[in-house]
């Protein structure tokens, strides 16, 4: 069975902290894929990131950032320097082999930026 | 092109009610999904399909039943409405697995069985 887990479930900063959201996952495949999306107060689900398990590089994209860390199980997100736009649930997800059988999703993080 | 669309955006029904909620999508996809959102629960999978005139279930499929007639569209029922049921329930599709395919969701649909 896999399983996602996303211990803090709501975090609250002021705008312009550096705040990190955790992700650890389980699974028994060697392949494996893993996802990050924000779901905005409007409601919809916005995809982020996709990474395989066979790419441990971190990558950054603006003020995201990812760290994914295959000996402790874990893909960490960072925004840098955050406003108050970046207020959200955000998931971690897993597909694990092809992921035809859709996405596992942690129970989400609900990101608080106080101006 | 509209992506993935979701009917209707909400509803209220009675205890015992049956009701379909269509997703259809325009991007030729082959996989489509259902997944229902409760409260501190994240999303979980109802049924999918990975491809016209195939479905399969997913880890909540309990009260639920789907139809993939055609590529485009997925149809989500429920034969017999339960409080439990209670959830915003997301269509998503891909053009292949999600290993290497984008997953597209659509807006969501607000469910409340009374």
């Known amino acids: 069975a896999q399983k996602v887990t996303q211990a803090q479930t709501e975090i609250s900063v002021v705008e312009k902290e550096d705040v990190t959201l955790d992700c650890v996952y389980e699974?028994?495949?060697?392949?494996?894929?893993l996802f990050w999306y924000k779901q905005p107060p409007s409601g919809e689900l916005v995809f982020l990131i996709r990474r395989n398990s066979f790419d441990e590089q971190n990558e950054i994209s603006g003020r995201y950032s990812w760290n994914f860390q295959k000996s402790t199980s874990s893909f960490n997100f960072t925004i840098t320097a955050s406003q108050v736009v970046d207020s959200a649930v955000y998931f971690c997800a897993l597909a694990t082999g092809g992921g035809a059988d859709g996405l596992t999703f942690g129970k989400g993080t609900h990101l608080i930026i106080q101006p | 092109n509209a992506g993935v669309t979701q009917t209707p955006k909400f509803r209220v029904l009675k205890t015992g009610q049956s009701m379909t909620l269509l997703c259809a999508q325009d991007?030729?996809?082959?996989?489509m999904y259902w997944y229902r959102q409760d409260p501190g629960m994240g999303l979980r999978l109802i049924h999918y399909s990975v491809g016209e005139g195939t479905t399969a279930k997913g880890e909540v499929p309990d009260g639920y039943n789907v139809s993939r007639l055609k590529k485009q569209n997925f149809l989500l029922g429920l034969e017999s409405a339960a409080p439990s049921q209670t959830s915003v329930y997301f269509c998503?599709?891909?053009?292949?697995?999600?290993?290497?395919?984008?997953?597209?969701f659509g807006p969501g649909t607000r469910l409340t069985v009374l």
């Open positions: 699974t028994r495949d060697t392949t494996y894929y």
């Open positions: 998503a599709s891909s053009g292949g697995v999600v290993g290497n395919n984008e997953q597209f």
């Open positions: 991007m030729n996809h082959e996989y």
